[in-house]
């Protein structure tokens, strides 16, 4: 499994042509506790870098982009309930939604780990 980061801290897991999205570990870090979290439907059509999700916190309210273009195929139904699994394994358990690529020549432009890492650093 390949995972990939957005400038906008959102990573996605890629198995197959199937993507798992949530949002970084320093994402959840700058939101603080999350309190709410709004998720796509299945079947909801998403473009690359368009509004798919939105996580709210005790600081602010904060849209989740989709990485790519392409269908949600599933989203973690777990998490309206537990809305802080974004806080507690942001990039494990507290996924938000799978999306079927519609092209995966996408995920060229977005950054391996190492990449989001120096990334992370530079913003100081």
Known sequence: ???????DHEW???SGTTGRVGISDYAQAQLGDVVFVELPPVGKSLTKGGEAAVVES?????EVYS???GTV?????GLPDQPDLVNTDAQGGGWFFEVELADAAELDGLMDEAA??????SLG
């Not at 499994?1 to 400038?7: A, Y």
């Not at 005790?58 to 904060?62: H, I, L, R, T």
């Not at 195929?73 to 139904?77: F, Y």
């Not at 989001?116 to 650093?121: E, G």
Request: glycine residues 0%; without cysteine; hydrophobic residues 55%.
């Open 1 to 7: 499994m390949t995972t990939k980061f957005t400038s």
């Open 12 to 14: 996605i897991a890629i």
């Open 58 to 62: 005790v600081k602010a309210a904060s």
């Open 67 to 69: 990485p790519v273009t």
């Open 73 to 77: 195929t599933a989203v973690n139904e």
């Open 116 to 121: 989001y890492a120096a990334f992370v650093a």
